[in-house]
């Protein structure tokens, strides 16, 4: 009987050291990020934009969203994180809608791009991949 104790506790204390911290799990199901069309598409510029599903004052702690992009599908699909040569962040302060303007575009190219939102350099919500070709 001990070792079937003593068994139980070994496989309790794997179990929570296995666990995994989330640390804001209240918004980690309800919170979205959603990437829109480009807008004012010239041969040399976009404007890129995005919402979230609610008010940045109703999200606790320091929030930063931007656009992931580059000029090939996969270093925006598969982004390498928050310090990306290919990454314009801007922070917000109240609202549900963001928007940067991508400037020094090279003409005729597809680009691929996606919103993001970041709180605390912890939880990140990831919009779709969207392109936009400059004229």
């Keep these: 009987m001990k070792k079937n104790i003593y068994l139980f506790g070994i496989m309790v204390c794997l179990a929570c050291v296995s666990c995994e911290k989330i640390s804001y799990p209240e918004l980690d199901f309800i919170l979205k990020c959603t990437t829109l069309d480009a807008t004012e598409v010239t041969e040399t510029s976009a404007i890129l934009s995005g919402t979230i599903n609610m008010d940045f004052t109703e999200i606790e702690g320091t929030n930063t969203c931007g656009f992931f992009y580059d000029t090939y599908i996969d270093n925006v699909t598969y982004y390498s994180g ?10 917000i302060s109240s609202g549900k809608e963001f928007s940067v303007q991508l400037c020094e575009l090279t003409p005729g190219r597809i680009y691929y791009y996606r919103a993001y939102l970041c709180t605390n350099d912890e939880l ?3 919009g779709e991949v969207k392109s936009f070709t400059t004229k």
């Excluded at 928050?82 to 990454?87: A, E």
């Design 82 to 91: 928050l310090d990306d040569s290919n990454n314009i962040k801007t922070n």
């Design 124 to 126: 990140y919500r990831l």
